[in-house]
């Protein structure tokens, strides 16, 4: 258990509202992650954040901003939700000691944009 | 062509049977290497690490062979619990993880 746990669990929501999905961690963790997992395309990297305050973009971070102002706390949100963006999200931390550094997910939250 | 690239099955077995599956890469600058085991509605779990020299889990066996850039799983003796996704991750040096989309497995009675 990497101590992870992802807020909402579930959310439907309307197009064009914000969202924020929020990660929160017990371990201090300085790596952290948002994935998303969709059908054909695996999971796909959002944002990261390799530090409080420092973050960096992912592979599609295009609708999608994050913040980390606390070690264990990793926010995304999107910032007018998009049919585009109902999927799963998936929070992880990367263990810096384990062999090969291994990532470890949290329960994920499915979200729904109507 | 995606980074990593996995056969998505799906793969339906009989219980007891042994299935491998392969997953490719291309980027040589990879450093290390995973199995994970994704049931559905789940979170991706390590299944576990591959070595250069292969490793074994129980009824799980891991290879990877650098110079073809593949890695694959073996599992013996399936049994009903196993019926899951199985992701190959491939790490580089800077700590970049990618992720194949799965290969879906099925162990019938």
């Known amino acids: 258990d990497a101590g992870i746990t992802q807020s909402p669990r579930h959310k439907v929501t309307e197009t064009g509202t914000p969202v924020t999905l929020r990660c929160h961690q017990t371990e201090n963790h300085r790596y952290m992650y948002w994935y998303r997992q969709d059908p054909g395309h695996g999971l796909r990297l959002i944002h990261y954040?390799?530090?409080?305050?420092?973050?960096d973009k992912g592979e599609v971070s295009d609708g999608y901003s994050v913040s980390r102002s606390k070690t264990e706390d990793f926010l995304l949100t999107l910032e007018s939700a998009t049919s585009s963006q109902t999927s799963v999200y998936f929070c992880a931390i990367r263990l810096p000691l384990s062999p090969g550094n291994t990532i470890y997910f949290g329960e994920g939250s499915w979200l729904t944009v109507v | 062509r995606k980074e990593v690239e996995q056969d998505p099955g799906p793969f339906n077995v009989p219980e007891g049977a042994t299935v491998a599956f392969n997953c490719t890469y291309s980027n040589s600058a990879s450093q290390s290497f995973f199995w994970y085991r994704q049931d559905c509605r789940k979170e991706p779990k390590l299944l576990m690490s591959?070595?250069?020299s292969g490793n074994e889990d129980g009824r799980f066996t891991a290879q990877l062979n650098r110079a073809s850039q593949y890695i694959s799983l073996l599992i013996r003796d399936s049994k009903l619990s196993d019926s899951a996704t199985y992701l190959c991750?491939?790490?580089?040096?800077?700590?970049?993880?990618?992720f194949g989309d799965g290969t879906t497995l099925t162990v019938k009675p």
């Open positions: 991750v491939v790490n580089t040096n800077a700590g970049k993880s990618t």
């Open positions: 954040s390799y530090g409080v305050k420092d973050t």
């Open positions: 591959v070595y250069s």
